[in-house]
């Protein structure tokens, strides 16, 4: 009998294992083969840009997971998936939200100060810039379901800040005017005026065929100029301070808006471009007193904010110092240009006694770590040696020929259907050019020139914005990782800043190659555009005068109607 018990004993046990294995093993069975696919693609984040598969840059693909997106700001968690890597995968980390360092056809691990070879790939304009996903080659792509989040619609709208009321005005027009009694915009007769958070003013109106924009103490007028290969093509006229000098300007027909890119009227040979953007044999010094900054106020104002590269591994890397440097320069002397203004105001209202004696003075740069971070610096050094290889490919289509438009020229179209090139998939990685007030969360608040943002959406609004995350931004700017809303047309400005300071930089390396270090260009021969631009308008001077007065007075009126308390909504 005991036997027998204790047989029972051991067949029970037995049983009891079998069901232990077998079942939950079942049960995993059974739910791995009615579970979705799991490869299906990811869902999008809601306010900025995919982080999709990374772009393959070779033959050898690692199948790991993505990187984690744990700490970028804004993003839910996303899920893992095999995905074509390159060598060393990006950390979308905590700096502004977008820090991956952008691959635009390298790699760009953090190099921070290295010395290490970049690598001889042409820059892939396909590849999102800050690590934003990849696109297909043909660029046009756009990157689906973020264009419906609305930056800064918390305390506010999108445009409209938390405290700001519209006043209807006599006659037509109206007028938004700030919580404090500023005002903020006019729309009248034409005519919009804005004026920024911290001070400054923009005009803009459209008068017989011209576009007149006023800025400060300078401004352009823009004119039709020619069509050519079917293109339409516009001159601008600067002035600044008794200085004239003329730009040309591709016109964009795209949503019923019309944008203006930059457009060399002098090329380079399709040489020195590639030059540009190919890696040096060896690493470059070039010290400050190379560059010639030392002693120089802006860099004593701004030194605290970036570190220049020890070294120079391409020229593209000292094109980004180039540039970074030159928005700081324009940023001081727009500062120091603001002051000089606020302490004429004050001696003005206080009857000519010299009244800005109490005037604020401008802050100190920003102590502690750099707000420019090697990952925000490497975005805009692949954006340079990007459209380094663009400009390559351009130039070698230029056909010459310079032929200039005769005054008489029939006035261009924009037929082509073209997004602008702010508005490009690939280009994502924006240096403000110059002062911008935006709105973050209900909050205006202002971007100057030097700042870094990254556009998020692609797809404009009815109001002609888009999303973008601040990515670097000086002290007394907009907080650091905050969305905000940008007009297309201040993208585009910045663009257009950003591929002009590329040109002046060739120039610079043209006249400095072979010297101090630099090894020597192959080419630095220069070609007539297949546009060239027209003389000075002089007469431009007198005109932007003429708006800044008429500016003037339509602002007085402004201030009449609402402090009378009319119009307002």
């Known amino acids: 009998m005991n036997r027998i018990l204790k047989g029972e004993n051991i067949m029970q046990k037995w049983v009891v294992l079998v069901l232990v294995v077998v079942v939950p093993a079942f049960a ?71 820090t991956a360092t952008p691959s635009r056809g390298t790699t760009a691990p953090n190099r921070g100060n290295t010395t290490a070879s970049h690598g001889n790939a042409a820059p892939s304009r396909g590849t999102t810039a800050a690590g934003h996903g990849n696109t297909p080659a043909g660029r046009g792509n756009t990157t689906a379901g973020r264009g419906n989040a609305a930056a800064g619609n918390r305390g506010g709208s999108a445009h409209q800040p938390a405290g700001t009321r519209s006043v209807s005005l006599k ?37 017989n065929g011209a576009r007149i924009v006023t800025r400060g103490h300078g401004g352009y007028v823009q004119r039709a100029y020619v069509t050519r290969g079917g293109h339409a093509y516009y001159s601008r006229t600067f002035y600044d301070h008794g200085v004239y000098r003329v730009g040309l300007y591709r016109g964009y027909g795209w949503g019923g808006h019309t944008y203006y890119g930059y457009y060399p009227g002098v090329w380079y040979h399709p040489g020195f471009y590639g030059w540009g953007w190919h890696p040096w044999g060896a690493p470059v010094y ?26 120079y591994a391409a020229p593209y890397y000292w094109l980004t110092d180039y540039l970074i440097a030159q928005q700081l320069q324009a940023a001081y002397a727009a500062r120091a240009e603001a002051n000089a203004d606020a302490v004429a105001a004050d001696a003005a209202a206080s009857g000519g006694d010299g009244g800005g ?5 401008a802050p100190a740069a920003a102590a502690g770590p750099v707000a420019l971070t090697p990952e925000v610096k490497e975005a805009i050094a692949q954006e340079v040696k990007a459209q380094l290889a663009a400009q390559q490919a351009q130039a070698a289509q230029q056909g010459g020929g310079g032929q200039t438009a005769s005054a008489a020229a029939p006035a261009p179209t924009t037929s082509d259907n073209t997004p602008p090139p702010a508005l490009d998939p690939s280009q ?46 000086k002290k007394g700017d907009c907080a650091s990782g905050a969305t905000v809303a940008v007009k297309v047309d201040d993208l585009q400005e910045m663009y257009n800043h950003f591929q002009e300071n590329i040109t002046n930089g060739m120039g610079e390396m043209a006249k400095k190659q072979g010297t101090g270090g630099m090894p020597a260009a192959p080419d630095t021969g220069t070609q007539a555009g297949a546009v060239q631009p027209p003389p000075p308008d002089t007469s431009v001077a007198k005109t932007l005068q003429d708006q800044q007065a008429a500016a003037d007075q339509t602002e007085q009126d402004v201030k009449q109607e609402a402090a009378s308390g009319g119009g307002g909504q």
């Open 28 to 98: 995993w069975g059974q739910k791995k083969t009615s579970a979705p696919a799991s490869h299906a693609a990811p869902a999008q984040h809601a306010s900025a840009p995919s982080h999709a598969a990374a772009p393959s840059h070779g033959a050898t693909q690692s199948h790991g997971t993505t990187a984690s997106h744990g700490a970028t700001a804004g993003h839910t968690a996303t899920n893992t998936r095999p995905t074509t890597s390159h060598t060393t995968a990006a950390s979308h980390g905590a700096t502004a939200g977008h």
């Open 171 to 207: 006659g037509g027009g109206h007028a938004s005017v700030r919580a404090n009694g500023s005002i903020r915009s006019v729309d009248r007769n034409g005519m919009h005026i804005e004026h920024g958070v911290r001070g400054g003013r923009t005009v803009v109106s459209e008068r």
């Open 286 to 311: 070039w010290g400050i007193g190379a560059w010639g900054w030392g002693g120089a106020p802006w860099w004593g104002f701004y030194g605290g904010w970036w570190n220049p590269y020890p070294v």
């Open 357 to 361: 004696a109490d005037a604020a003075p």
């Open 428 to 473: 994502r990685t924006f240096v403000v050019a110059s002062d911008v007030t935006v709105v973050a969360n209900g909050q205006e608040c202002a971007l100057s020139s030097g700042d870094v943002i990254t556009r998020l959406t692609d797809t404009p609004d009815a109001d002609q914005n888009v999303n973008a995350s601040v990515s670097a931004t």
